[in-house]
T-cell receptor, first 112, second 114 residues
Framework: GEDVEQSLFLSVREGDSSVINCTYT??????LYWYKQEPGAGLQLLTY?????DMKQDQRLTVLLNKKDKHLSLRIADTQTGDSAIYFC????????????FGQGTTLQVKP | DAEITQSPRHKITETGRQVTLACHQT?????MFWYRQDLGHGLRLIHY???????NKGEVSDGYSVSRSNTEDLPLTLESAASSQTSVYFC?????????????FGPGTRLTVL
């Protein structure tokens, strides 16, 4: 069935780059998403990539998509303490019904 | 500005009681979703709706029900609360325009069942 996997925790120093990885199973996914959840809040869309793209850059964020390996990554350049949050990878469901399949979330800890 | 709200933000209840969590969106979105968030499990889908009078079960629907009588609201009811239902609950909505499926999330309700 459809599944999205992420590592649970990542710790980096302020100013370093962070790379959060995600693997998914549905090769027919049309969009893949990265959501950010700050403490005590709901999820907010951070960025997304259409499945016919390999890379998308948006300021400090770079999304890489390897469709062959079904691997998605989010790189945050010059990580700041304000980037500390939980990051969720999500894919559109196989039947494209409007449902999203979320990973478990990666907690990013940024140390000063 | 359009928004999605949840109430209450925090709730403590006892085992066996019926509890209803409210979700209200002013985006005029067709799709609405309820998730629960638990450590190590990420977000799990409880129920969802594609429009008025439409409801569907998600992966963890046992013990929960929803109803959709208008576009704006999708209340989630726990028929007889159990300690295993202690969790943080999130409501979300989306336009329903495929294939782009961005979901907009509410702030969450933290439910404790004693």
């Amino acid at each position: 069935g459809e599944d999205v996997e992420q590592s649970l925790f990542l710790s980096v120093r302020e100013g370093d780059s962070s790379v959060i990885n995600c693997t998914y199973t549905d090769s027919s996914s049309t969009y893949l998403y990265w959501y950010k959840q700050e403490p005590g809040a709901g999820l907010q869309l951070l960025t997304y990539i259409f499945s016919n793209m390999d890379m998308k850059q948006d300021q400090r964020l770079t999304v890489l998509l390897n469709k062959k390996d079904k691997h998605l990554s989010l790189r945050i350049a010059d990580t700041q303490t304000g980037d500390s949050a939980i990051y969720f990878c999500a894919e559109s469901s196989r039947s494209n019904t409007g449902k999203l399949i979320f990973g478990q979330g990666t907690t990013l800890q940024v140390k000063p | 500005d359009a928004e999605i709200t949840q109430s209450p933000r925090h709730k403590i209840t006892e085992t066996g009681r019926q509890v209803t969590l409210a979700c209200h969106q002013t985006w005029n979105h067709n799709n609405m979703f309820w998730y629960r968030q638990d450590l190590g499990h990420g977000l799990r889908l409880i129920h969802y709706s594609y429009g008025v009078q439409d409801t569907n079960k998600g992966e963890v629907s046992d013990g929960y029900s929803v109803s959709r009588s208008n576009t704006e609201d999708l209340p989630l009811t726990l028929e007889s609360a159990a300690s295993s239902q202690t969790s943080v609950y999130f409501c979300a909505s989306s336009t329903g325009q495929l294939p782009y499926n961005e979901q907009f999330f509410g702030p969450g309700t933290r439910l404790t069942v004693l």
